[in-house]
């Protein structure tokens, strides 16, 4: 039995059988413009990842967010890496200065070994170059190693700052707190100086070009009494957050509607949303989005990505899983299931999937009525 709502002219169902009460604050469902592009990383299907260079990239792709993963320094700096362990996205290990600061430490429960940001001051880790995390699959992206150097969040927000000016459009960040338990446990955490940079750049409110993003939920749910910015909780297929929380239980109508109290957005791992096999054949779309709009949160999976080796099976082209596919029809697919905005390696294939419009604006005119 499907369950129907309307809000502000949004039609919106869900599974009778799942569905939780409305919260006290149900939203008005998707945003009004067009959906939001959200740079993963930058355009790091082109630069490598977490750089001006991919973030520069990005925007001139058409992308609405540049997305930094935010790790903490030794001296509480925050700076773009996708993970706090750099060896794969730096050239630290052909440092001989920095040798002895290999290591293994526990992380949300798992041995790693490697070189640790916050081992390293910012000054240190400004001598290193960034490299392409992916050369096998993307290898022209290495012509672009030693080229750039692990940017800070100030940097990335002064870069979307002047991007906004030059183009008239307005470009957003998108951060994502990396492993927020593990920086909290070894006193430096990351949401103060998040919140500090954020407010240091006029951005507090809904209002503005922000998106905070998590795998966890107790920072999430501390967040929500600090800021008003936008708050998006991120989901992977199994599993349990490094906080305890299950994502089946998250993504379920009750749970989404506990989520809808804390946050204004969800990220799933975009098979919640359409279902693939091991083939890469995919399946019937499930309620996520319709039991998301439900509970008033936007839904932005992830990562949409062009090359073979990550598209679903009817979306690529030849047998090459280097080779690139047609991620636009990809995106398209998703887009008629109703996504809000979408992680996009390529902001370029998500502009086109999206097609010419209105202006896209990450802004509060995008946003749903609280």
């Known amino acids: 039995m499907i369950r129907v709502l309307v809000v502000s002219g949004a039609l919106l169902m869900s599974h009778a059988g799942d569905a939780a009460p409305l919260p006290p604050s149900l939203r008005a469902g998707p945003p ?28 001139e792709e058409g992308a609405d967010f540049i997305e930094p993963d935010l790790v903490a320094t030794k001296d509480h700096r925050l700076v773009a890496r996708h993970e706090n362990e750099i060896s794969g996205t730096t050239d630290v290990a052909d440092k001989p200065e920095f040798a ?15 070189w640790f940001t916050e081992d390293f001051t910012l000054a240190e880790l400004k001598t290193l170059r960034a490299r392409e995390r992916l050369p096998q699959l993307r290898p022209a992206n290495t ?16 870069l979307a700052k002047a991007a906004s000016a030059r183009t008239g459009r307005v470009i957003g960040i998108y951060p994502e707190t990396k492993h927020p338990t593990h920086f909290q446990k070894i006193r430096l955490p990351l949401e103060p100086v998040l919140l500090a940079a954020l407010a240091s750049a006029g951005w507090t409110s809904a209002n503005d070009p922000v998106f905070i993003q998590s795998f966890e939920v107790d920072n999430l749910k501390a967040l929500r009494g600090q800021t008003e910015v936008r708050l998006v909780q991120l989901m992977a297929p199994e599993g349990a957050s490094a906080d305890g929380y299950s994502y089946a239980d998250m993504r379920s109508a009750a749970g989404l509607a506990k989520v809808a109290n804390y946050a204004d957005a969800i ?15 995919l399946g019937a779309p499930t309620s996520l989005v319709a039991d998301a709009h ?26 090459n899983p280097v080779a690139r596919g047609d991620a636009e029809a990809e995106i398209r697919l998703y887009l008629e299931a109703g996504i809000d905005g979408v992680f996009s390696d390529s902001p370029a294939a998500a502009a086109a999937a999206i097609g010419p419009g209105q202006p896209r604006s990450p802004s509060g005119d995008n946003r749903p009525g609280n």
């Open 32 to 59: 009004p413009g067009l959906p939001v592009i959200i740079a993963h990383r930058g355009a790091s299907a082109e630069r490598p990842e977490h750089t001006l260079l991919a973030y520069e990239r990005a925007i």
């Open 100 to 114: 002895g600061r290999k290591r293994t430490q526990m992380i949300d429960g798992e041995s790693v070994t490697g």
């Open 143 to 158: 012509a672009f190693d030693g080229q750039a150097a692990i940017p800070t969040l100030e940097e990335i927000i002064a």
């Open 267 to 281: 990220g799933p791992e975009r098979g919640l949303i359409i279902p693939r096999d091991k083939d890469g054949v």
């Open 294 to 319: 439900y509970a008033g949160l936007e839904v932005h999976p992830w990562t949409f990505r062009p090359e073979n080796f990550f598209l679903a099976a009817r979306f690529r082209q030849g047998a």
